[in-house]
């Protein structure tokens, strides 16, 4: 017969059955009826072409078919139960690709702890790094991206995101930057020398060209680059100005001969994002990850300083 002309709760009725050889006890574990158990033992009879169970007395014994189906019966019903429990998750058997995908500065300065972190605790992970572009966010699961972390002026629609923290554009420079003599900075000392862009994973300062050009400015952009560490070699080799949310600025300050200063005018805040795919929402192995993820994020030396101090998993 069909397996879909089989009603599949029978299945569990024939093993409680056989396990108990009494109809009435069969009927309390069930809980269902003594005569729901009669019917059901009938249909299972017709069904198997067999009794079944056969009274001996007061009793009910098996049959040789029974007991020849109760064995792999125990063992079916105990798989599909183990297909549907709610494993432990143990990451150090994790085995898996994780893809992550964000900007160049975090593959540079924020990737390593995370490397540390999965090195020592899921030991069998590899992980995929991947540049962010813009279009992504419209096709995370097509992209096969697990995590991605990036700025955007507000939450993001149709993925499931945390709001890591928050921050402004400031201008970076080299130590000695004749702009650093300056009292006030204006708008036309920030035009008055040329501009670095670091291209590579996200928009990081298309505010400041729309806050100049409202104010009848606008900005010489010398060099494009796509990476962090060129860019601070043509900084600390010239008089170009780098417009680099704050966080950014303050750690690569820290650790080479630059400066930076406030800008003359306010911009956009910089709203930073941990996303990732709702289907991924419930998903033990991710969860787990993007919790590591998240605390790295907020407390390596070289992640954002201004963390929200409440953030909420959500899911759009």
Known sequence: MPLSHINLNLLRSLQVLLDECHVSRAAERLNITQSAVSRQLSQLRELCGDPLLVRDGNTLIPTPRALAIQSKLNDLLGEFESLLSDDVFEPKTWKQEFVISSSDYVAQYIMPDVVSVMVEQAPNLNIAYRLWQP???????????????????????????????????????????PLLSQTDISCDHLVAYPHLKVTGGGDKDSSVDVALNTLGYQRRVALKIPFFSAAINALMSS????????????????????????LPFDTQLHQYWLMWHPKYDQDKAHQWMREQILNVMQTSSYSIGMISSHSDYSKV
Do not use: F, W
């Open 135 to 177: 279009d992504y966010l419209q096709q995370l699961n097509a992209t096969g991206i697990d995590l991605a972390s990036t700025m955007l002026p507000e939450k993001p629609e149709n993925v499931s995101s945390i709001k890591i923290g928050e921050d402004q554009s400031v201008c970076l420079m080299r130590q000695g930057h």
């Open 239 to 262: 008089d170009y100005l780098l417009i680099v949310p704050e966080h950014i600025a303050v750690n690569l300050s820290n650790d080479h001969p630059l400066a930076y200063c406030s």
